[in-house]
């Protein structure tokens, strides 16, 4: 197999005819022989029915589908397509078209200069509001100073990487999935392709402000320290303001006739309040995904593959 795309779905009913006649085009003109797989993540729509359907009456493109056994999330979802691909190349691609696969072409060819992953740049974002426009610019950023690892800004799980760097990947064991950042972490020869990202082509997004925000988190949590350092500061300010404060409760008590108020009082309570709880929280989410990962569960559970009848 020359070339595998592996798209994780989720409740994609309505855009998954579109998605499959654009899939197949582009497989279509490549002129190599390509396997699509489909990995249904918990539907509770027809999608898993159309993937059978679509898998039954493949011609030409292999089409695979895997069901997984529950919503287990988009990175395991994708990462259990990636197991399961078996093609020299393989492209990731997300099942609402904003990432056209139109570019697998153009990918392949600079993959051809030497390149073992490229990846999609998003230079534009049709389609969504000034919000997550904003926030999305200044999270990438972000992630970047503060991780250890030079993860590309602007970026998602759309790329096209080499077999020698995927069976790499597939050796990562971890439960925290932050795949574009694991393959940033892989290293090797990486190049950005620029493209315009595109709106939705039906349906509504997967990831709502919630589970953006706790994307967001499970960047910061795999790739940096930093958070904890940043616990060590407060914890240090703290005690140099508490310091402060006791310097100026002598000096009030042995030179001006103070009469303790209860506003100071509030004032300082609260605030070394918020920063042990804000210290403990940040120690919670990372002994949080320590016992996670020290339960050595499996990433995901398949329950059906259409294609476990074939040799």
Same mark, same amino acid.
């Given at each position: 197999?020359?070339?595998?795309?592996?798209?994780?779905?989720?409740?994609?009913?309505?855009?998954?005819?579109q998605l499959l006649a654009r899939?197949?085009?582009?497989?279509?003109?490549?002129?190599?022989?390509?396997?699509?797989?489909?990995? !249904? &993540?918990?539907?509770?729509?027809?999608?898993?029915?159309?993937?059978?359907?679509?898998?039954?009456?493949?011609?030409?493109?292999?089409?695979?589908?895997?069901?997984?056994?529950?919503?287990? $999330?988009?990175?395991?979802?994708?990462?259990?397509?990636?197991?399961?691909?078996?093609?020299?190349?393989?492209? *990731?691609?997300?099942? &609402?078209?904003?990432?056209?696969?139109? @570019?697998?072409?153009?990918?392949?060819?600079?993959?051809?200069?030497?390149? !073992?992953?490229?990846?999609?740049?998003?230079?534009?974002?049709?389609?969504?509001?000034?919000?997550?426009?904003?926030?999305?610019?200044?999270?990438?950023?972000?992630?970047?100073? *503060?991780? &250890?690892? !030079?993860?590309?800004?602007?970026?998602?799980?759309?790329?096209?990487?080499?077999?020698?760097?995927?069976?790499?990947?597939?050796?990562?064991?971890?439960?925290?999935?932050?795949?574009?950042? *694991?393959?940033?972490?892989?290293?090797?020869?990486?190049?950005?392709?620029?493209?315009?990202?595109?709106?939705?082509?039906?349906?509504?997004?997967?990831?709502?402000?919630?589970?953006?925000?706790?994307?967001?988190?499970?960047?910061?949590?795999?790739?940096?320290?930093?958070?904890?350092?940043?616990?060590?500061?407060?914890?240090?300010?703290?005690?140099l303001i508490a310091a402060g404060?006791?310097?100026?409760? @002598?000096?009030?008590? @042995?030179?001006?006739?103070?009469?303790? $108020?209860?506003?100071?009082?509030?004032?300082?309570?609260?605030?070394?309040?918020?920063?042990?709880?804000?210290?403990?929280?940040? *120690?919670?989410?990372?002994?949080?995904?320590?016992?996670?990962?020290?339960?050595?569960?499996?990433?995901?559970?398949?329950?059906? &593959?259409?294609?476990?009848?074939?040799?």
């Open positions: 197999m020359d070339i595998s795309i592996v798209i994780p779905c989720y409740n994609e009913a309505e855009v998954f005819e899939v197949s085009a582009v497989a279509a003109t490549i002129g190599q022989n390509c396997e699509v797989i489909f990995v !249904d &993540d918990g539907s509770t729509d027809s999608t898993w029915a159309q993937i059978e359907t679509a898998a039954k009456a493949a011609s030409g493109t292999a089409i695979v589908g895997l069901k997984l056994a529950r919503n287990h $999330g988009h990175q395991k979802a994708l990462t259990a397509g990636l197991a399961r691909a078996q093609g020299a190349r393989v492209l *990731m691609l997300d099942a &609402d078209l904003q990432d056209p696969p139109e @570019l697998l072409p153009d990918m392949l060819a600079m993959m051809d200069q030497g390149y !073992d992953i490229v990846y999609g740049r998003r230079c534009h974002r049709a389609g969504e509001g000034w919000f997550k426009k904003a926030s999305a610019r200044l999270y990438y950023r972000l992630l970047r100073r *503060m991780s &250890d690892v !030079d993860i590309p800004v602007d970026t998602g799980d759309f790329r096209l990487v080499n077999r020698k760097v995927l069976d790499k990947f597939l050796q990562m064991p971890e439960q925290g999935r932050y795949v574009r950042g *694991m393959f940033a972490w892989l290293g090797h020869r990486q190049i950005g392709l620029e493209y315009a990202r595109e709106p939705r082509a039906a349906g509504t997004t997967k990831y709502p402000l919630r589970a953006m925000i706790r994307f967001a988190a499970d960047g910061l949590a795999s790739f940096s320290t930093l958070p904890l350092r940043f616990a060590t500061t407060l914890a240090v300010l703290s005690l404060l006791g310097v100026y409760v @002598l000096v009030s008590w @042995l030179f001006f006739s103070a009469v303790p $108020g209860w506003a100071s009082v509030l004032l300082a309570t609260s605030f070394f309040a918020g920063i042990q709880l804000l210290t403990l929280g940040i *120690m919670g989410e990372y002994i949080g995904r320590i016992y996670i990962e020290v339960k050595n569960r499996p990433l995901y559970l398949v329950e059906k &593959d259409t294609s476990a009848d074939e040799p």
